[in-house]
C-alpha cells in the first residue's frame, strides 16, 4: 500500500474504545470535524456559540490542513485549547516520528483517483515542515485520543473521527451507510455498547442515518463547503432541545441530531488561503474549486433514512441564489 492509501495498524480502535463512563456530561454538544485550518470557520463556530455559552464541543480530528504557516497554525491551537480534541489521521501522522511513510494518512479507497492522494500527501509534508518549527507540537498533537464517549441528555454519543472500527475508517461515508447489511452491523454494534448516536467526519461528505433506536451523523467538513447551495461549513448539533438553525434532523432517543451550517467569511478565507497556497499548489488543485464553488451536491444527498431537511434550507436558498 503507497502513502495516502495504507491503512497503519495502530489506526484500529480497540473494542472496549465506548465502554466505560463518558467523559463528560451536558444537555448540547457540538462535534467539528475537518475545519481544516479555517481561522474563519472557528471565529464563526465561536459565534454561535455564544448563543449557547452551556454547550460542549469536541473537535474529532483535521482540525489542521490548510494552515501551513506556524504562526497560523498555532494560533489556531490556541483558540481550540478549551474544548476537547481528538486526533485524526492529520494530527496523528503530525504527531507521528520517523519519515512519513504513511502519508497524510488519508486511508484512501481504490475509487479515489491517485493524483488526488499525491496531492493530499504533498500537503501533509508541507504541514509536517511547519510544525517541526513548533517545539513540543508533534507531541502535543499525539497525546490526544482517537475517540470519546460523552453524555448528552442522558444518552451515550460515541465521537470518532472515521468510523466505529478505525481512526480513518471509511464505513460511515453514503456508499458504505446505504448498504443494508451495513446498516445492520451499525444497529448490533449500537445495541452492544449501548449507544444512541455515532458521530464521524474524515471522509470529507456530509451523511445522516437515523433509526428508531440509533442514528449516525457525518457532518463532512466544518472548513470547507459541503453543498451546491452556498460555501458554508457543517457541523453535528446533538441537544435535548432543537435547533432553530438546523440544514437537517433527526430524533432519536429524546435527542435531536442535526447538522447546522457555519456561515463563515469565505472571502477572507479564500484571501488566507490563495496567499498560502498560491495557483498550482496542490491545495489549490485539489480544494479551490471546492471552496469557490461548493460541491455538485445538494443537502437532500446526504440524507440517508430518518432525517428531513429543515425550513433553514429554504432560507439559505433564498440567501445564496
Known amino acids: 500500500m503507497t502513502p495516502g492509501r495504507s491503512c497503519p495498524l495502530d ?5 472496549n474504545a465506548f465502554r466505560g463512563e463518558p467523559a463528560f456530561e451536558c444537555d448540547t ?14 471565529a464563526a463556530l465561536h459565534k454561535r456559540l455564544l448563543r449557547e455559552p452551556l454547550a460542549k464541543v469536541v473537535f474529532n480530528g483535521d482540525a489542521h490542513w490548510f494552515d501551513a504557516e506556524p504562526g497560523l497554525f498555532s494560533r489556531i491551537e ?106 445492520q452491523e451499525i444497529g448490533r454494534w ?26 449516525v451523523i457525518n457532518n463532512g467538513a466544518a472548513g470547507m463547503p459541503n453543498f451546491n447551495n452556498g460555501c458554508y461549513g457543517l ?8 435547533s432553530m438553525a438546523a440544514l437537517y434532523r433527526a430524533q432519536v432517543a429524546g435527542l435531536y441530531i442535526e447538522a447546522i451550517p457555519l456561515n463563515y467569511d469565505n472571502q477572507a478565507f479564500l484571501a488566507e488561503f490563495d496567499r498560502q497556497w498560491p495557483a498550482g499548489s496542490p491545495a489549490a488543485l485539489s480544494y479551490r474549486e471546492r471552496i469557490t464553488q461548493g460541491t455538485a451536491e445538494q ?23
Open 299 to 321: 443537502p437532500l444527498d446526504a440524507l440517508l433514512g430518518g432525517f428531513t431537511l429543515a425550513s433553514t434550507l429554504c432560507a439559505l436558498e433564498a440567501h445564496f441564489v
Open 11 to 15: 489506526y484500529q480502535l480497540p473494542a
Open 235 to 242: 457541523v453535528t448539533r446533538i441537544a435535548a432541545q432543537p
Open 78 to 183: 490556541q483558540q481550540l485549547t478549551p474544548h476537547l480534541l481528538l486526533r485524526g489521521n492529520v494530527e496523528t501522522e503530525l504527531g507521528r516520528p520517523g519519515t512519513g511513510e504513511h502519508g497524510c494518512g488519508c486511508a484512501y479507497p481504490d475509487d479515489v483517483p491517485e493524483q488526488a492522494v499525491a496531492w493530499s500527501n504533498a500537503i501533509h509534508q508541507r504541514l509536517t515542515a511547519a510544525v517541526r518549527q513548533l517545539p513540543g507540537m508533534p507531541e502535543q498533537l499525539a497525546a490526544r485520543p482517537a475517540t470519546a464517549l460523552v453524555s448528552v441528555g442522558g444518552q451515550r454519543v460515541a465521537i470518532s473521527h472515521g468510523d466505529e472500527q478505525s481512526l480513518a475508517g471509511w464505513q460511515c461515508d453514503r456508499q458504505a451507510l446505504r448498504s443494508a447489511e451495513r446498516q
Open 29 to 42: 454538544l457540538y462535534v467539528v470535524g475537518g475545519l481544516y485550518g479555517n481561522e474563519q470557520a472557528l
Open 190 to 215: 449500537c445495541e452492544q455498547q449501548q449507544i444512541s448516536v455515532l458521530t464521524t467526519s474524515h471522509t470529507c461528505s456530509p451523511a445522516a442515518l437515523a433509526s428508531e433506536h440509533w442514528a
